[in-house]
Every structure is written in structure tokens, then in C-alpha cells.
């Protein structure tokens, strides 16, 4: 296998391409550096996008056969490396190796799931005769592509994300121009290399590195760009949608979790599920569970069972497969969650457990009797903190779930399908999850929020809908 990961180069339109300026990639658990990546210029993306217009005839023009066995073989290709994968995860992320083996399995997933969905992108007859009038006409719909896409990704599923903007826009027959997170560039690089071994003309794909802040106007803003993709946090969001102009536009952003626990679910499973939704990558998944409401009566229980579960969990070095959670992304993320912790401290919140931090590290913390005005409590904390709360009965934890301004997904635990079916339609979220906690998801399923959570919904079949435009065809028959 070659390896373009040495060398500060980047892909762009099929040739690797390295630029005089170049940025370090760190492991966030010791900060020394294991990699150069280019930083690239706005120059760099304006004729990365010329090249992707080009790339986009040559998309459309790919035919399914031939996108699916691209698709299909960069699948074949991480499978083939797959330890490699990982070992790239779980170095320039937070992951710990048996978390990013995981998220290798699920990018060959998002892949082959691609391919499969490029067969089934289809329309419908239209009946035209419905109208008075138009009685002699007969017609349909087809799906064709949107043209370039610009894919924007975050830091946490590194390789998984990027997976899920290329493998439906190639499916799709598209162009796709990804800015990877710049903590985090090696997987998506390395998933380039994935899709040059597998074939994919010259000009489709290219995985540009650099500052979002510096080259990120010139990507959102620029014609050629039918689409953008964007998977982040909330705030750079807000500028790029702002930015963006007449463009489709879909948002994967972050949240702030609830899971609501009654009195009859098994404690044991809701505990286990919570406790591993809260710290999955130590906390840096917008999926994470944040805020558990526990009914009353089983609330002292499942709290000790919580923190016990909790203080088991191994700290350590990411490349060890006993490691349970790994460093942040960075100290400098670790202390933001310190400080946010510190206000809920000061108001009065009480920690059960954890509340320290060492370097990128923090402690898996456990918080109850949080004021609700607190950051902590409105805020996405994207870090390995969870609030327990009591809670009266259903009613109250449906008011107080739905009380932030985020809505990607919720769990409920219990036996009871008239709860679980009050829940479901009360709770303000894209998802609802009934004996799994918030942190549940397949990729083939749609996913998305609602409020500052987000806009559109990827999973592969979905992503491919918002990837591609409706053409309606009519024909008026002679003579009829
Ligand atoms: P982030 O700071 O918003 O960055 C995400 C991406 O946006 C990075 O590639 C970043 O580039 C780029 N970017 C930043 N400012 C930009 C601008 N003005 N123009 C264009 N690009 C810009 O997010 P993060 O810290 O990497 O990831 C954490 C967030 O992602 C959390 O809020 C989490 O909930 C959310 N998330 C959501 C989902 C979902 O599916 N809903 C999944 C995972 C994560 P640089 O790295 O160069 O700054």
C-alpha cells in the first residue's frame, strides 16, 4: 500500500498536491506531532473548484454500474486496511482504537450502503390526466444530480462523516469537494486514497486541508456550488448558512440530549446504555447523552448504579484496547468543559463524580441538582459530563427535554408502549429512541434535528434526496 500521509499532500481533482504552507497534526493525548498536512490557500480552493465543475460532467455521466463499483471497492479497500484506518483515528482524534475500529466498520457500511442506494434512485409516472384538460398528456419524474457539492466536516467521526458526504454524492452521480476538520485530516486523506485505489475518475473527488476560517469563504460562496454540506457545530453554521447565498444547504448540527428513565424500565440496561452514550468518544458526539431525567422513585438507585458504572470506566493511553475513554480533542477543549462545569458548581450543581481535569483529559463527570439556567444545562457541553435529574412522571420530563434549543434525538426507557407512544409524539427531536439512549444510530437511517440541530436529513438514501433535483417530463400526444 502507498501512503500519501507523509509528505503534506493533499487531493485535489485526483492528483495529490502539497503547498508551501503546511499545518501540524497533533495527537491531542500528548501533543506531539504525527503528521503535515497543506494549508491550503483561497487560491488552491478556486482552482480545486474549477477542476470540480469539470468533475461534475464526468459525474453525471459515470453510469450506476460503474459509481456502485467504485463505491464498492473503496469499501474493499478500508476493509483490506482496516487496522490502518483505526490506528489513523485513533491517533489524530480522540478515539480510543477500539471506538475508531468501530467507526472503520461503519464507514464500509456508509459506503456499501451507498452503492446498494445509486440502483434505487428512481421517480415516478405522473398521472397527468387528473387535470381537465390535460387529458392527453402523459409524463414523469426522474432524480438527476445537483452538480458540485461542498462537504464541511468536524472533528469526531473522522473518517465515518466523510463517508457519509462522499459515498452518496458519487452514488448520486455529483462532484464533491470535502474541507475536513483541521485537527483531523489524516482519515479523510487516507478515504481519498480509498476511492483513487477504487478507480473514481480524475476530478469527482477532492479532499482539501486547511483553515475553515481562511478558505472556508471561498468554498461556501462560490457559484459552481450547488450544495453545501455541512456537518459542525452551531456556530459555524450560522456564518456559512449566512454566507452562502441561493444554495441548497443541508446542517448536521450539535445538540444537548435527554433521556428519560421511568420507573419501570430494567435499570441495569438504561445504565449501561447511558453511561456508554455520555462518554462515547469522551463526549464529543453530537449524539451524546447529556441531561437524564430519572422518575422519582427509582432515582436514588439508578444514581448509584450510574456513578458506579461510571468510576469503572479505564482512562488511558487511546492505542490500548482496555481503554474506555481517551483525551479530548484538545486541552484547550478540555478547559472550556472545566469552566463550564466550574458555573454549574457555582450555582449550586453537585458532582457525584469526575470534575477533574489533566492536560486534553477530563474525567468522565457525573452532575446533579443543576440549575437549569446553567450552560451546562441550555448549552451542547461536547465533553464527557452528564446531568442527572429526578423527575414527577413523564409529563414533566417531556416539558423539560423539550426545553433547550436543540432537538437531534432522545431516548426513553420503559416497558409501558402508551408512554412510549406519548414520548414519541411529544418529544421535539428527529429521532426517538424506546430502550436505547440518545447515542443510537444505523446509518442507513434518516437522521437530522430539528431546531439548532439542523437542516435536511443525511443517512444514505436521504443525503442521496437532498443530493439530487426532480426533473418532471410531460408529453402532449399528438391528436388525442
Ligand atoms: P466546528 O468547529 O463547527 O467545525 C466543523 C467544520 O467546519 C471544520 O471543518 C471547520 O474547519 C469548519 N469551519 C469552521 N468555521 C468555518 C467557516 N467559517 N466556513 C467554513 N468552514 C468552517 O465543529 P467541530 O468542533 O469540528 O465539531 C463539533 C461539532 O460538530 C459539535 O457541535 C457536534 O455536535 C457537531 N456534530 C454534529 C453531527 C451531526 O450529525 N448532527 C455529527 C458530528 C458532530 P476548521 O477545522 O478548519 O476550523
Known amino acids: 500500500m502507498t501512503t500519501h500521509l507523509k509528505g503534506q499532500k493533499m487531493f485535489i481533482a485526483g492528483e495529490w498536491i502539497s503547498s508551501e504552507k503546511t499545518i501540524e497534526v497533533r495527537n491531542p493525548q500528548d501533543n506531539t506531532i504525527i503528521d503535515l498536512v497543506p494549508a491550503a490557500t483561497v487560491e488552491d480552493m478556486l482552482n480545486c473548484l474549477e477542476e470540480a465543475k469539470k468533475g461534475a460532467g464526468i459525474a453525471a455521466a459515470m453510469p450506476v454500474h460503474q459509481r456502485m463499483k467504485v463505491i464498492h471497492g473503496a469499501a474493499d479497500y478500508i476493509e483490506e486496511h482496516h487496522k490502518k484506518f483505526a490506528r ?109 485505489f477504487a478507480g473514481l475518475p480524475a476530478k469527482v473527488l477532492s479532499v482539501i486541508t486547511g483553515h475553515g476560517s481562511e478558505i472556508g469563504d471561498a468554498l461556501v460562496t462560490h457559484p459552481a456550488v450547488r450544495m453545501i454540506t455541512f456537518t459542525g457545530g452551531l456556530e459555524a453554521g450560522e456564518k456559512i448558512v449566512s454566507k452562502a447565498g441561493l444554495k441548497k444547504i443541508s446542517m448536521e448540527l450539535g445538540s444537548n440530549s435527554p433521556v428519560i428513565v421511568l420507573e419501570d424500565a430494567d435499570i441495569e440496561d438504561a445504565v449501561e446504555s447511558c453511561v456508554s452514550g455520555a462518554f462515547w468518544a469522551a463526549g ?119 426545553s433547550v434549543n436543540y432537538g437531534l434525538q432522545a431516548g426513553i426507557f420503559t416497558k409501558n408502549i402508551d408512554m412510549a407512544h406519548k414520548a414519541i409524539a411529544k418529544l421535539d427531536v428527529g429521532g426517538v429512541l424506546v430502550n436505547d439512549s440518545s447515542d443510537y444510530r444505523i446509518d442507513a437511517m434518516p437522521f437530522g434535528g430539528v431546531k439548532n440541530s439542523g437542516l435536511g436529513r443525511e443517512g444514505i438514501k436521504f443525503s442521496i434526496q437532498e443530493m439530487t433535483e426532480t426533473k418532471v417530463v410531460c408529453f402532449k400526444l399528438p391528436g388525442q
Do not use: W
Open 88 to 196: 489513523i483515528i485513533a491517533m489524530e482524534s480522540s478515539k480510543t482504537i477500539r471506538e475508531a475500529t468501530k467507526e472503520v466498520g461503519r464507514a464500509i457500511q456508509t459506503l456499501r450502503i451507498s452503492a446498494e442506494e445509486a440502483r434505487r434512485i428512481t421517480g415516478e409516472t405522473i398521472p397527468f390526466d387528473q387535470s381537465p384538460g390535460s387529458e392527453s398528456r402523459i409524463g414523469y419524474f426522474y432524480r438527476f444530480p445537483i452538480g458540485v457539492i461542498a462537504a464541511i466536516t468536524p472533528f469526531n467521526d473522522p473518517l465515518n462523516l466523510v463517508a457519509h458526504k462522499i459515498g452518496p454524492a458519487i452514488a448520486s452521480g455529483n462532484a464533491i469537494v470535502v474541507k475536513p476538520a483541521t485537527v483531523t485530516p489524516l482519515s479523510a486523506l487516507l478515504l481519498a486514497e480509498a476511492f483513487s
Open 284 to 402: 464529543q458526539n453530537c449524539l451524546g447523552v447529556q441531561r437524564i431525567y430519572v422518575e422519582k422513585s427509582i432515582f436514588k438507585s439508578f444514581q448509584s448504579q450510574f456513578v458506579e458504572r461510571t468510576e469503572k470506566y479505564i482512562i488511558g493511553d487511546k492505542q490500548s484496547e482496555l481503554t474506555d475513554m481517551g483525551p479530548m480533542i484538545s486541552e484547550k477543549e478540555a478547559i472550556r468543559v472545566e469552566n463550564l462545569v466550574d458555573e454549574a458548581v457555582e450555582k449550586g450543581a453537585v458532582i457525584l463524580t469526575g470534575g477533574e481535569r489533566n492536560g486534553a483529559y477530563y474525567l468522565p463527570t457525573v452532575l446533579t441538582d443543576v440549575p437549569k439556567d446553567c450552560k451546562v444545562a441550555q448549552e451542547e457541553i461536547f465533553g464527557p459530563v452528564v446531568l442527572l435529574y429526578p423527575i414527577a412522571d413523564l409529563d414533566e420530563a417531556i416539558v423539560l427535554s423539550n
